[in-house]
């Protein structure tokens, strides 16, 4: 399933629980089209506060989701960068969490992809334990 499908899907499941990533996919939308990075760390965080009412429904967390399907939308190369870093972070993060074996395993597997979109994106070499940048670490 492509990255676009899986959003789609996510965004099902949060509705049929009584829930919407409609606050989450319009803080993507602003991060997107952001100009100036200095406004980013405040926009990531809201998203990330977001992305936790929403919940796992995917075995993944939509924030990282989200904003790997919207990366190459980003307005320059540093935002897309760090997009894909943060959302890197939040995957890890949610994977970290998990209380089974198999779950875990699910859950891990959004973290290779993204891994390794970054390093064939960004950077061969990009680091499989980058972790995100101090100021926009929960």
């Known amino acids: 399933m492509n990255v676009l499908d899986e959003l789609l899907e996510y965004r099902k499941a949060a509705q049929a629980a009584e829930g919407s990533t409609a606050v989450a996919d319009a803080l993507v939308q602003d991060i997107v089209h952001l100009d100036e990075l200095a406004l980013l760390s405040p926009l990531l965080a809201r998203l990330a506060d977001e992305s936790d ?8 967390d939509y924030a990282a989701l ?5 990366c190459s939308q980003g307005a320059s ?29 699910a859950r ?3 973290v290779h ?12 070499s990009f680091q499989r334990t980058a972790s995100p940048p101090a100021e926009l670490a929960r």
Do not use: Y
């Open 108 to 110: 891990s597997l959004h």
């Open 66 to 70: 989200a904003l790997q399907a919207a």
């Open 113 to 124: 992809e993204l891994e390794a979109l970054a390093r064939t994106t960004f950077n061969p």
């Open 53 to 60: 009412r929403i919940g796992w429904f995917r075995d993944c």
């Open 77 to 105: 190369p540093q935002l897309r960068k760090t997009m894909m870093v943060f959302a890197l972070g939040r995957a890890r993060w949610c994977a970290s969490c998990a209380t089974a074996g198999g779950e875990g395993l």
